[in-house]
């Protein structure tokens, strides 16, 4: 019976410490966040998605981005020599770190686990729509040497009827890629305009953060 006992109040201190240290304390730390506002021009921050966006983060989820892109910029694991940058602010995937105040309103967060592609913190500072795309349409034509699948069922052909469409893809700026027959033109689906819209949403270092002391 005393084995008994001892056993369960092992089993019960082991799951306890977990809980503890894994939903308590981060709640206490960071469960009453809240945004920021701006006192000069009464802007909120972090910024809330609106509109197309809301609908491109599903897309964002349904397509597996998460699976080989993080949004998490870190800030240095060791010191650094004075005038050296952090590994990813060095690569310009960012001006700053990221902080948990970056991800109010988020559910879920898409840190990623995995950098199989760039980093997208600040994907939207970066790339124009044209340019998100073309490379959501041609990946390796784009960025040389990418491994990522092209998307171009997001993309539909449709014969021209008048002037093309204004967001058309430009095939003159897409290398190694056949443009379709004359008379049609490949233009974005929904989807394809709300993921892209997502995608220029993401502009972390484009705010300040009380908490920020790394630009």
Known sequence: MNRFSTLFFGIFLTFASSWLGLVVAPYLQLGKLQPVRDEITGEVYPPQLTGSAIRGRKVYAANGCVYCHTQQVRGPTRLLKEGTLPPDIARGWGTRRTYPRDYLGEKPHFLGTMRTGPDLSNVGLRYTADWQHRHLYAPAAISKGSTMPPF???YKKQRI???PTPDALDFSQIPGVAPPEEGYEIVPTQEARDLVAYLLSLKRSA?????ATDR
């Open 152 to 154: 171009r069922y997001l």
């Open 161 to 163: 009827v008048g002037a």
């Open 207 to 211: 705010y300040e953060l009380p908490e």
